[in-house]
């Protein structure tokens, strides 16, 4: 996006912000793949590295009884910026959203390494995740797949706790 400067202050997100909290921009990532698609048609993508680790891990993770499902994949900066608007719409203050969402071109979904995960018995995008035991087999075992939760309670990145929230590493990977 090439106004995401003009985007941001828009939106009510000044650099301060993201300089205070030490934030980087994301790269939009360019070559993604097909990952797979969910019953209401929705479709994940993800760069062809991640792609793979993430079939690598959800077999993994079948393979001892454990069923991931994604959530999100890539998310375009565009899409960011429809997330944020959508926020204040409802009425939500700039502040209050950026501990929720990373600002437009600061998401670490547009690089198409980062995966929202969940399971079908349990909500989706909720801090109760962690006490499933498809978050202690993550814990246990997606670094082996090169991924790393992101944001964990105290985050230096000021998100709120997210243990559904995971991102490919590629030099992290130990098969």
């Not at 360019?30 to 793979?52: C, M, N, S, Y």
């Not at 608007?85 to 502040?95: F, P």
């Not at 790393?148 to 990145?157: A, E, F, I, K, Q």
């Amino acid at each position: 996006m090439d106004n995401l400067d003009a985007v941001l202050s828009e939106l009510g997100i000044a650099p301060q912000m993201m300089a205070a909290r030490g934030l980087r921009r994301h790269e939009e990532a360019v070559e993604l793949e097909w990952v797979e698609t969910i019953d209401h048609g929705k479709q994940f993508r993800l760069i062809p590295a991640a792609a793979q680790a993430w079939r690598d891990m959800k077999a993994g993770a079948a393979n001892d009884g454990i069923a991931l499902m994604l959530v999100s994949a890539h998310r375009s900066v565009a899409r960011q910026v429809e997330i944020i608007r959508e926020k204040l719409a409802a009425g939500r203050q700039i502040d209050e959203i950026l501990t929720l969402v990373a600002p437009p071109g600061y998401s670490e979904h547009h690089t198409g390494r980062a995966i929202d995960i969940a399971i079908p018995e349990a909500p989706e995008l909720e801090e109760e995740f962690e006490l499933t035991e498809a978050f202690h087999w993550l814990v246990q075992h997606a670094g082996r797949f090169g991924f790393t939760l992101s944001y964990p309670r105290g985050n230096r990145d000021g998100y709120k706790y997210e243990p559904w929230h995971w991102c490919f590493q590629p030099t992290l990977a130990h098969g």
